[in-house]
């Protein structure tokens, strides 16, 4: 298998050296840039590649959906087909380690497995058949079917913090094509050769499967030249995006200026808040100190569920866990940072943090960084329940290693802090069973503000199954009715088509009375896979 980069975007098929710009990767641990030269995409590959996605999404919704699950499962085995080449340049452009890439990879195929089984079931497709009734009175009543049906071209930006997962092949591509749709992905620039190397396991993938050469196509360059022509094409039917929130709103906002304005499904970080209820803070704030550190400094404070709020009662019981804090923030070891541009804004947001009135260092890590290798030490600074709810700022996202530890006078002070957050991808409760029998209220504010609620454990790690919800209201995401992980992913990119005293012959199979595929369907308000 050649596995040599050419560094050119792959439109509908072809290679292309595009508008001229060229990039190159850089190693964050030692400032070196990484061969070979990458080629910009122009404007015009831009429309070609939707073009392609335009043209061949008629034959690719028709696929059966036994043949979409086969193209998923072959992009899987081609990925592991990969080997080390993948995992070694996805390290040197990230500085991820191999062990966490090497997981991230089997995350990835899993994914696309997991949405390969969903299509071939098929319940997913939510088919629902109310029959008719010609004789009622006093009019009768249509024969009435519906279900879902896919979007049409969907673009996805690769995410910078999970270069596999979340970005050519991840979640947000997975369940684009299981659904049916053709996908254009802009690659993420700190990880242009990981991206290519992915590339060209769907490219394959696309051959072996014989599917027409548009459905999929991948662009190198940067977000600000070629994200806003790839969410503006006309052929352009829904936007997915893992990133921050000011990137995430400018691609909104140029999808709400279209002439006809799309969705844009964007994950845009969170706080991710913690919080400790007193008996659990007596019985074990050690230990929940020792896990909210391995869970803070997990990838060296780079995953979108980082917990970076941290609520306790104040209490001398307080000051034994924030000992215990300090000890494992002291030890932590710092680690490199994707790019420099994150390094920069880490830099730069902790230290508003610490020149806040009210705020005060609690612990930083002792071993010195190095800024050559844009390394990022860990920190934890200290506050108020008060100071938070006046200096709002504090409530930001600080993405890396920082978390922030907030005293409140008692829980119905964490009831009045939990109020003013944003919305967020996780929140998370630590109680005994005294503790959460009188939680009710925090809890139902909490549910309010996160997509997912979890009890005694830590927000890092996102299992990919069929109940999780990865999403959360505003600015946590664009719209907290989804999930970006999970089989449910799926339902961005379709929509749903009725169909009224359709002759049998024009129905899609799932709708017809024999119910060849024998799913699952809504029969007059009953579920059954009977045929009628």
């Known amino acids: 298998m050649n596995l040599r980069l050419h560094g050119q975007s792959f439109v509908a098929g072809r290679l292309s050296r595009g508008s001229g710009h060229v990039f190159r990767a850089i190693d964050p641990q030692n400032a070196t840039a990484l061969e070979p030269d990458f080629h910009e995409a122009s404007l015009d590959d831009v429309d070609r590649a939707l073009e392609g996605a335009r043209s061949a999404f008629a034959d690719y919704r028709a696929t059966t959906p036994d043949a979409r699950a086969v193209f998923l499962d072959t992009i899987a085995e081609e990925i592991m087909a990969l080997g080390d080449t993948l995992i070694d340049r996805a390290h040197a452009e990230t500085a991820l380690s191999q062990d966490r890439l090497t997981a991230e990879r089997g995350r990835t195929c899993n994914q696309l497995r997991l949405f390969g089984s969903l299509v071939r079931e098929g319940s ?5 058949i109310d029959r008719p009734i010609p004789d009622r009175q006093p009019l009768p009543k249509p024969d009435v079917r519906r279900l879902l049906v896919p979007i049409g071209p969907v673009v996805v930006f690769s995410a910078s913090n999970f270069p596999l997962a979340f970005s050519v092949a991840g979640g947000d591509t997975a369940s684009a094509l299981a659904a049916g749709n053709p996908v254009v992905v802009k690659a993420h620039e700190a990880h242009p050769g990981t991206s290519e190397l992915v590339l060209s396991a769907v490219a394959r993938a696309c051959e072996r499967c014989r599917l027409p050469a548009g459905v999929f196509s991948l662009l190198q360059g940067r977000g600000q030249v070629i994200g806003g022509p790839l969410v503006q094409h006309p052929h352009t039917r829904a936007v997915g995006f893992t990133g921050s929130l ?17 969705p844009v499904f964007a994950e845009m970080g969170s706080v991710n808040p913690i919080f400790v209820l007193p008996d659990a803070l007596k019985t074990r704030g050690a230990a929940i100190a020792e896990g909210f550190v391995a869970s803070m400094t997990l990838g060296v404070g780079q995953f979108c569920t980082k917990p970076g709020l941290l609520f306790t009662p104040a209490s001398s019981d307080a000051d034994a866990l924030c000992d215990a804090l300090a000890r494992r923030i002291e030890a932590a ?32 890590a002792e071993t010195s960084v190095d800024r050559a290798r844009t390394e990022a030490g860990a920190h934890v600074f200290t506050t108020d329940a008060q100071t938070l709810l006046e200096q709002s700022s504090l409530m930001h996202e600080v993405f890396g290693p920082f978390a922030l530890l907030v ?19 996780t929140a998370t409760v630590h109680g005994t069973d005294t503790d959460l029998a009188a939680a009710g209220p925090l809890i139902e504010i909490l549910s309010d503000k996160a997509g997912r609620v979890i009890f005694n454990g830590y927000p890092t790690g996102v299992e990919v199954c069929h109940a999780m919800q990865h999403g959360g209201p505003w600015p946590a995401t664009t719209d907290a009715r989804f999930t970006s992980v999970g089989s449910a992913a799926i339902l961005r990119f379709v929509r749903p088509v009725c169909y009224q005293n359709a002759p049998h012959t024009l129905l899609p199979p799932e709708l017809r009375d024999a119910n060849p595929r024998g799913i699952w369907r809504l029969v007059d308000g009953e579920l059954t896979k009977a045929t009628l």
């Open 333 to 364: 070891r710092p680690g490199s940072l994707l790019y420099p541009g994150i390094s920069e804004r880490f830099n730069s947001g902790v230290l508003a943090v610490g020149a806040t009135p009210g705020v005060s260092r609690l612990a930083a």
């Open 246 to 262: 000011g990137a995430g709103r400018a691609l909104t906002r140029a999808a709400a200026a279209r002439p006809d304005p799309i």
């Open 124 to 128: 997913w497709l939510d088919a629902r």
């Open 407 to 425: 005293r409140a006078a008692n829980v119905a002070e964490m009831e009045e802090v939990a109020r003013a957050l944003d919305g967020q991808l």
